[in-house]
């Protein structure tokens, strides 16, 4: 289940409300219709009341009892439909309105989600990631080797094999990545790739910036008032499906840093959840600003890629003012 707990009860919730909304629809157009045609009511009525009677009669041995309550029922609902059609209401009037028809609301067809339930759960993953804007240009349909040439096509070409094949295999095998390299070469670009199909798969993805990451570890730690809202996604990022934490290095680092982003990263390789690092820092960088157990964590547990090449970014600009 890629969703937390509170995300379930969360569609559960929706679900409920559709039913509750579905049932005073129909509750309202019934007293429309009572109202209205005095004879459908007494209709109604009669179809408890046969219903009763040829129960009895089943109970008491009559084995006709059932073809003759369909038959009297069938009569009556073309009596009922009769009424609704001479005053001008639909055939349908009085059926249920569900917001989806297969699962009738309930989210479920027998034990199976329903193809609402899951677009609804895709949708909070989304939400949930931070990334849901972000993934609506940067993704692999929209992946571009033109910015790239000779020795830096090569390395783009080679991440974004190890980026596809990190998807294909994300449900069987256990996995990291690190990006490093120079500004603007596509290291965010290509975890956001991943980031889309993995929450399109159902998997719960969770993007922040180094400096939002630590933010949240600190109030969590810190602030007595925000603990409590901020101990949720604390709780996830330890377990969500794929943390990416965006440009490490970019944040105040300090003592308080260094030992959450180990306990971050430990905590996730003992649960064998995949997490993704992407940096502006060399590797000397990274083993000189955190600790060597950082360092050896990362290069020891990760499939390290190096990016480098123009700033993408820039250029990108560039072309947009020269047009």
């Known amino acids: 289940m890629a969703l937390t707990n509170s995300q379930y009860d969360a569609i559960m919730r929706?679900?409920?409300?559709?039913q509750r909304a579905a049932r005073h629809r129909l509750e309202h157009n019934t007293e429309t219709v009572y109202r209205q045609i005095p004879d459908y009511e007494a209709l109604d009525r009669q179809v408890a009341s046969i219903s009763i009677e040829q129960g009895r009669?089943?109970?008491?041995?009559?084995?006709?009892?059932l073809q003759e309550l369909k038959q009297r029922l069938k009569e009556l609902a073309e009596k009922k439909s009769a009424l609704l059609r001479t005053y001008g209401f639909p055939d349908d009037y009085l059926s249920p309105v569900y917001a989806c028809g297969k699962c009738r609301d309930t989210g479920y067809i027998g034990s199976q989600k329903c193809s609402c339930f899951r677009a609804e759960e895709i949708?909070?993953?989304?939400?949930?990631?931070h990334i849901q804007n972000l993934l609506l240009t940067e993704n692999f349909?929209?992946?571009?080797?033109?910015?790239?040439?000779?020795?830096?096509?090569?390395?783009?070409?080679?991440?974004?094999?190890?980026?596809?094949?990190?998807?294909?295999?994300?449900n069987k095998d256990y996995r990291n990545l690190f990006f490093y390299g120079t500004v603007g070469?596509?290291?965010?670009?290509?975890?956001?790739?991943?980031?889309?199909?993995?929450?399109?798969?159902?998997?719960?993805?969770?993007?922040?910036?180094?400096?939002?990451?630590?933010?949240?570890?600190?109030?969590?730690?810190?602030?007595?008032?925000?603990?409590?809202?901020?101990?949720?996604?604390?709780?996830?990022?330890?377990?969500?499906?794929?943390?990416?934490?965006?440009?490490?290095?970019?944040e105040l680092t300090n003592s308080f840093?260094?030992?959450?982003?180990?306990?971050?990263l430990n905590n996730r390789h003992l649960r064998k959840k995949a997490t993704i690092i992407t940096t502006n820092?060399?590797?000397?960088?990274?083993?000189?600003?955190?600790?060597?157990?950082?360092?050896?964590?990362?290069?020891?547990?990760?499939?390290?890629?190096?990016?480098t090449g123009r700033d993408i970014r820039m250029l990108k600009k560039t072309a947009a003012v020269n047009k």
């Not at 929706?14 to 559709?18: G, P």
């Not at 949708?123 to 990631?129: A, G, H, K, R, W």
């Open 14 to 18: 929706s679900y409920e409300e559709k």
């Open 57 to 65: 009669k089943l109970l008491g041995g009559n084995e006709n009892a």
């Open 123 to 129: 949708n909070l993953i989304y939400e949930q990631s």
């Open 141 to 170: 349909g929209s992946l571009s080797y033109d910015y790239y040439a000779g020795e830096d096509l090569e390395k783009f070409a080679k991440a974004v094999q190890i980026c596809q094949n990190f998807v294909k295999s994300f």
């Open 185 to 250: 070469t596509g290291k965010s670009f290509l975890s956001c790739c991943i980031a889309k199909e993995l929450i399109d798969q159902g998997n719960l993805v969770i993007y922040f910036s180094a400096s939002q990451l630590f933010d949240i570890l600190s109030r969590s730690t810190f602030d007595r008032e925000s603990a409590e809202a901020a101990s949720g996604i604390s709780d996830d990022i330890c377990d969500c499906d794929l943390l990416i934490i965006d440009d490490l290095g970019t």
């Open 257 to 264: 840093v260094s030992s959450q982003l180990f306990s971050c």
């Open 281 to 307: 820092l060399s590797l000397g960088e990274l083993r000189d600003r955190y600790s060597d157990r950082i360092f050896s964590r990362i290069t020891s547990h990760y499939d390290i890629c190096k990016l």
